[in-house]
């Protein structure tokens, strides 16, 4: 009986055994499983991991191809570049010496402008001088006895030298502008005197056209003034010739009207005025 229980004993104790061996044996399948699974995860990570190296990889070879493609089209623009500095420093070449040439053009240019304002001062000077010597015999002719058929044509000789000696004035005056040397030569001048010259130059011009050529001096003026009577003459003959040859009917009028008097000196307007086109 004692036998019995102790093998009755050892068969429970064989059984907790069993049990607890296939206790260990489901844990141990559960835990292959849980292996299995990992396994399964970490595979699928590798081939997540090997798909994004592969994209990895067809991005640096689409970069590389880009990165290519910009140093041949930098290689390009900098022989362009090359290209067209090239073409910068030819034109600037032909520039340059487009520039000397101009610069001898110049030269030349001002040379012969030069020598044309001398030609024009010296043949001026040439000319006026017999010219204000043929002025001296007219006016000391119109000293003398001559009769009223003489007298007008004595008048025409003497209108048509002054206005040639204008001419004359105007080349030489010009000369002068061109040098630099210029300058007002002032002397006591009448200015109604000097408008009345104005009209008797350009009197027989004026009827031959059937116009009314008048002046008209401001009776306020002073009786002499200070000016460049043969500059101030020039502008008026200037504008009264203009003034005729645009003027087909009707009058030319020469007029000076006072404006003020300041600081001992009397501010004047000179003016013309037509009933023609106008300048």
């Known amino acids: ?6 093998e009755k004993v050892r068969a429970e104790k064989e059984k907790v055994i069993a049990d607890e061996a296939k206790l260990i044996a489901e844990e141990a399948k559960v835990i292959a499983d849980e292996e299995k699974v990992r396994a399964e995860e970490a595979k699928v990570i590798a081939d997540e991991a090997k798909l994004i190296a592969e994209k990895e990889k ?9 990165a290519e493609e ?3 089209a930098l290689n390009i623009e900098k022989e362009n570049v090359e290209k067209i500095n090239l073409a ?4 600037k070449v032909k520039a340059d010496q487009a520039n000397r040439a101009l610069n001898i053009e110049k030269v030349k240019a001002e040379e012969a402008n030069h020598a044309k304002d001398s030609f024009l001062a010296i043949m001026s000077h040439e000319i006026r001088t017999p010219l204000a010597g043929m002025l001296g015999m007219l006016e000391l002719l119109s000293l003398t006895n001559i009769d009223k058929e003489q007298r007008p044509t004595l008048d025409a000789a003497w209108d048509s030298g002054r206005g040639l000696l204008r001419i004359v004035n105007d080349i030489l005056d010009w000369s002068k502008i061109e040098e630099g040397r210029l300058e007002l030569s ?14 008797n130059t350009y009197s027989s011009v004026a ?3 059937s116009l009314i050529l008048w002046q008209h001096s401001d009776p306020r003026l002073s009786t002499v003034h200070m000016v460049d009577a043969l500059r101030l003459s020039q502008i008026l003959n200037n504008l009264v010739s203009n003034a005729i040859k645009f003027t087909q009917q009707g009058e030319v009028e020469v007029r000076a009207k006072l404006l003020e008097k300041n600081y001992g000196g009397e501010r004047i307007l000179f003016s013309v005025k037509d009933t023609g086109i106008g300048i």
Do not use: G
Not at 58 to 66: M, Q
């Open 88 to 91: 910068l420093n030819i034109e």
């Open 58 to 66: 067809v991005r640096a070879d689409e970069a590389k191809l880009i």
């Open 207 to 209: 009827s031959s056209k």
């Open 1 to 6: 009986k004692v036998r019995a229980d102790e």
């Open 70 to 72: 910009a140093h041949r």
């Open 186 to 199: 002032l002397h006591p001048t009448s200015i109604d005197q000097l408008l009345r010259e104005v009209i």
